[in-house]
């Protein structure tokens, strides 16, 4: 089974209806075809979002919780912190032009020989460059 980077932006946009794309559909596809792996911050940036949204009254509190379980049931494996870690994202991030947010999951994808679904237009860029994107955008 082939490994898979899933980025929060692609599981947030299978949140929200109105952030469906082509993209995030291949991804969901992918997801069910692959091994999901993502980092360390992937379930404090899902979480966020969806308290945002909830502030925003994009969504209510019951909806943000039942989509915490559903993406907890895709059963992705989190990548654990380290500094050496953190170090070689910000060195990513450096030769990017990405946060060392961003720069997480595509040190993780190199390094895990994975690829990479994300909606984030930088980070594709980035990802496509070093032919680990999903799918060209």
């Known amino acids: 089974m082939s490994l898979l ?71 992705i494996e989190i990548e654990p912190p380290s500094a050496a870690t953190a170090s070689q994202c910000a060195a990513v991030a450096r030769q990017n032009g990405l946060s060392v947010y961003a720069a997480s999951y595509l040190e993780l994808a190199t390094r895990r020989k994975a690829r990479l679904a994300t909606l984030d237009a930088t980070l594709a860029k980035a990802a496509r460059k070093a032919g680990l994107l999903l799918a060209p955008r």
Do not use: G, M, T
């Open 5 to 75: 980077v899933l980025d929060a932006s692609v599981a947030l946009a299978w949140c929200f209806p109105d952030e469906s794309s082509a993209e995030a559909e291949l991804a969901r596809q992918a997801a069910r075809e692959s091994e999901l792996i993502a980092p360390s911050i992937w379930p404090f940036e899902v979480a966020n979002a969806l308290l945002v949204a909830e502030r925003k009254k994009r969504l209510k509190h019951a909806e943000a919780e039942r989509y915490l379980k559903l993406l907890d049931a895709l059963e």
